[in-house]
Each structure stands twice: as structure tokens, then as C-alpha cells.
């Protein structure tokens, strides 16, 4: 079975562009979690989607967005971005049965704003 | 406010030793723990999960304790190997949390030959 798989790997924008990152999931996996990882801020989760819904935000400013499609795969977009924006985005996805299982992450989107 | 702390940042054994991996948690609403182990330029991958309602769940060369009254864990890697040189991150799950995951800051393990 394929892994998480995340589009582009490397992205390089300057301050003020808005940027999407694509991620699709593991088959068969309806939920769909970000995260990013700086290295003063260790690994903060941004949002998780389920069945094309929002279910969990944590805490990030509004220019940070996603949406989830039919398929489970999701996209996450960031507007206006800041230098500060620079980090791995890491998505994760698990299947969300009915007990609590494990997510699987894919390997990043490594986006570096100038 | 941190909530799950990895007050280690490195650790360094000898290749065949056992390695100890230890982990703080603050939230008593957290239920479910996982560990997982990130390579450079790569995402993190699972290695071993326990339930609140244990307190010891093992994998091969991997066990993982649990103290609740403590609110602390532990990673064991026996016998550790140079393949295990990677970066481990704690992480915690609350039932009311989906998805949500919170991480420790991690720690950086250097297993020599």
C-alpha cells in the first residue's frame, strides 16, 4: 500500500505570495492532519480534516487554511506569507475507524520564504 | 504551555546497550501516546503507541512504559543499533482531540558502533 504523499517537496516564495501544498493520503484513510515543524517550535499541529470537514484547528493566524476533496486528499494553502512561515509542513493521515489508531506521516514540504 | 516535554535533547550509546528515551506529559486528559523517529529531510515515522490503560507494550526491540501517576514515559530500544541514530519525538493524543497529536520537542539519538 503507498504511503502519504505530499507535493512539491521544496518550494521557495518571497514575503507576501501565497502558496498551496498538496497531500494525499494512505488509501482507505478519511482523515487528513497538518502539522508544521520549525526548529524553535518543535512540531505544531495546524489542522486536521475529515469527510471534506474541518474538525480540529489549532492555533494558527487566518492566512492558514485547507480544505479536503472527495477523495480524502487535502490541500492546505497559506497566504500573505511571512518569513516566519518558513518551515517542513508534514501531513499525516490515519483511518479514523472507530478506536483510536495511529497516523502515518508523509515526508514534508520543506517551503522556504525569502 | 508546553504540555508533553522531552527535557533531553540528545543521547548518546554504544551500539548492543540499551537506549532510554524519556518523556513528560502535564494534561491528565491524554489517553493515548505515541513515539516516532524522524530522519533528517524526511517525515516522522511511527514506531510504537501505548494506551492509557497500560502501562508497558512492547515491539520487538522496542518497549514503551507508562506512569501514569508520574505522568511520564519511556522508550526502550534493546540491543540499539547505528540504523537507530535518528531524532525521537514523544507525542500525545486527549480523547476529545481527533487527530490532534501534541509533540515533544525531541531528542536526537546516536547510537555508535
Known amino acids: 500500500k503507498a504511503g502519504v504523499t505530499q507535493t512539491p517537496r521544496y518550494l521557495i516564495k518571497t514575503r507576501g505570495q501565497q502558496v498551496t501544498l498538496s497531500c494525499s493520503p494512505i488509501s482507505g484513510h478519511r482523515s487528513v492532519s497538518w502539522y508544521q515543524q520549525t526548529p524553535g517550535q518543535g512540531l505544531q499541529f495546524l489542522f486536521e480534516y475529515f469527510s471534506e470537514t474541518q474538525r480540529n484547528k489549532g492555533n494558527f493566524p487566518g492566512r492558514f487554511s485547507g480544505r479536503q476533496f472527495s477523495n480524502s486528499r487535502s490541500e492546505m494553502n497559506v497566504s500573505t506569507l511571512e518569513l516566519g512561515d518558513s518551515a517542513l509542513y508534514l501531513c499525516?493521515?490515519?483511518?479514523?475507524?472507530?478506536?483510536?489508531?495511529?497516523?502515518?506521516f508523509g515526508p514534508g514540504t520543506r517551503l522556504t520564504v525569502l | 504551555d508546553q504540555q508533553v516535554k522531552q527535557n533531553s535533547p540528545s543521547l548518546s550509546v554504544q551500539e548492543g546497550r540499551i537506549s532510554i528515551l524519556n518523556c513528560d506529559y502535564t494534561n491528565s486528559m491524554f489517553d493515548y501516546f505515541l513515539w516516532y523517529k524522524k530522519y533528517p529531510a524526511e517525515g516522522p515515522t511511527f514506531l510504537i503507541s501505548?494506551?492509557?490503560?497500560?502501562d508497558k507494550n512492547e515491539d520487538g526491540r522496542f518497549t514503551v512504559f507508562l506512569n501514569k501517576s508520574a505522568k511520564h514515559l519511556s522508550l526502550h530500544i534493546v540491543p540499539s543499533q547505528p540504523g537507530d541514530s535518528a531524532v525521537y519525538f514523544c507525542?500525545?493524543?486527549?480523547?476529545?482531540?481527533?487527530?490532534?497529536?501534541?509533540f515533544g520537542e525531541g531528542t536526537q539519538l546516536t547510537v555508535n558502533p
Open positions: 507525542a500525545a493524543r486527549s480523547g476529545s482531540s481527533g487527530s490532534r497529536l501534541t
Open positions: 499525516a493521515s490515519r483511518f479514523a475507524g472507530s478506536s483510536y489508531n495511529e497516523q502515518f
Open positions: 501505548i494506551s492509557s490503560i497500560k
